[in-house]
């Protein structure tokens, strides 16, 4: 017996591949470089946190998700959280290693020299060291945020599947 709930996971596959390749022009309208923006949601939490457009496609993707498959809600929340690790590892691999294949492609490298300390002050909320966490929504408080509008975009959706099929 296969996975019942196929189209949410090739919609999430596209979703990031698109943005992957295409996240420097996305990037402007979404938020992730603040003072060039153009969002109507830019709102810095804390230092190391941002509510952006970012954060409102989270909830609008995984509302789609959270509709077309609402009873496989804690597997797309392990995928959000799947995609968080992700996007740190894409932030890791930006500030400390230059050699990386993604370096080359797919990602923006630092040039600024950090310490592995710094970037995890930072990042954790410790300390402000003044760096730009990009993949992260400016560290842990962003990663979070994004979870949170995760999980309840997946139960919007699901509670409107379930509202829409049981009203007909």
Same mark, same amino acid.
């Given at each position: 017996m296969g996975f019942p709930?196929?189209?949410? &996971?090739? &919609?999430?596959s596209i979703v990031g591949v698109i943005i992957l390749f295409f996240e420097p022009t996305i990037n402007l309208w979404f938020g992730?470089?603040?003072?060039?923006?153009? @969002?109507f949601? @830019?709102?810095?939490?804390n230092y190391n946190g941002y509510l952006t457009n970012w954060t409102i496609s989270h909830f609008v993707v995984f509302l789609i998700v959270g509709y077309l498959c609402p009873s496989h809600i804690y597997f797309f929340i392990g995928i959000g959280i799947l995609w968080e690790l992700i996007e740190f590892y894409l932030e890791y691999t930006s500030k400390f290693n230059k050699h990386s294949f993604l370096c080359n492609g797919v990602v923006q490298c630092s040039e600024?020299?950090?310490s592995k300390t710094q970037? $995890?002050?930072? &990042?954790?909320?410790?300390?402000?060291?003044?760096?730009?966490?990009y $993949?992260?929504?400016?560290?842990l408080v962003g990663?979070?945020?994004?979870?949170?509008?995760?999980?309840l975009g997946l139960l919007?959706?699901?509670y409107l599947n379930h509202k829409l099929i049981f009203s007909k």
């Open positions: 709930c196929k189209l949410p &996971f090739i &919609f999430l992730g470089s603040l003072e060039k923006a153009k @969002c949601v @830019c709102k810095k939490v600024k020299k950090i970037f $995890w002050h930072h &990042f954790l909320g410790i300390k402000n060291n003044n760096i730009n966490i $993949w992260n929504s400016g560290g990663s979070l945020l994004d979870i949170v509008a995760d999980v919007t959706g699901s």
